[in-house]
Structures are given as C-alpha cells and as structure tokens.
C-alpha cells in the first residue's frame, strides 16, 4: 500500500544531466524525511542526498556537492534529484526512501545519510554515465 516509484534515469555522458523523480503511491510524502541513495555493482549502498519534511533541510554526500540538488513538491507528492556534470562515478542504481519526520527534531537538524534509518524504499531507477 505504500510505494514510492523512482524515475527519470538513463544514459548519459559525462557531464550531462538528468533529473529522478520519487513519486508516492497510498501516503503523502509530506511528513517524511526522503533520502537519495545509490548502489553499483559490487559496492555497499551509498547516500546520497535527503531533505526534510517541508523542505527544513538537506543533506548530501560529499561526492555531489554542488552538483546534485535535492528538493520536493508536496502538492505533487514527489521529490526531484537534479544531477548535473555527471561522472562516470554516478553511474548506479538510484533509490529513494522515506522515513517519518518526527515533530521532536528541531528545524535545523539534517536529515540522515544512513540507509538502515529508512522505512520505505523504491525499486530503483538505473543511471549509467559513460562515454
């Protein structure tokens, strides 16, 4: 009953874009933290990216910084990966995830990077950079 859907990936050359997108089925995303996560072949699941309920914060891996951004549209129930000046690196399955927001965390905590600490997953959306 509750899915999330990711979307938007395919093949791409290096420093090209592509934008996923995490849409909800059966809940409302809007009091969850949704996380970015990402496994290649032969490597342990890495995070990515994540933000908050509402928008309150985000948070990403040092590997994207300044090239990924994160955000989310409520009214749409879906959450956006922008990814820009792709590298052959990025290239993995990408999943998102959600965990509840809890009323207790103050405003400006960031969400985590840690893929045990999320609820739901997707089943994944291939991106594969390469010349």
């Known amino acids: 009953q509750l899915q999330l859907v990711e979307s938007g990936g395919g093949l791409v050359q290096p420093g090209e874009s592509l934008r996923l997108s995490c849409s909800a089925s059966?809940?409302?995303?809007?009091?969850?933290?949704i996380g970015w996560f990402r496994q290649a072949p032969g490597k342990e699941r890495e995070g990515v990216s994540c933000?908050?309920?509402?928008?309150?914060?985000?948070n990403y891996a040092d590997s994207v910084k300044g090239r990924f951004t994160i955000s989310r549209d409520n009214a749409k129930n879906t959450v956006y990966l922008q990814m820009n000046s792709l590298k052959p690196e990025d290239t993995a399955v990408y999943y998102c995830?959600?965990?509840?927001?809890?009323?207790?965390?103050?405003?400006?905590?960031?969400?985590?990077?840690?893929?045990?600490?999320?609820?739901?997953w997707g089943q994944g959306t291939q991106v594969t950079v390469s010349s």
């Open positions: 059966g809940f409302t995303l809007d009091y969850y933290a």
């Open positions: 933000i908050r309920r509402s928008g309150l914060s985000t």
């Open positions: 995830a959600a965990v509840l927001d809890g009323l207790r965390v103050g405003p400006h905590a960031l969400c985590s990077l840690v893929s045990r600490m999320y609820a739901y």
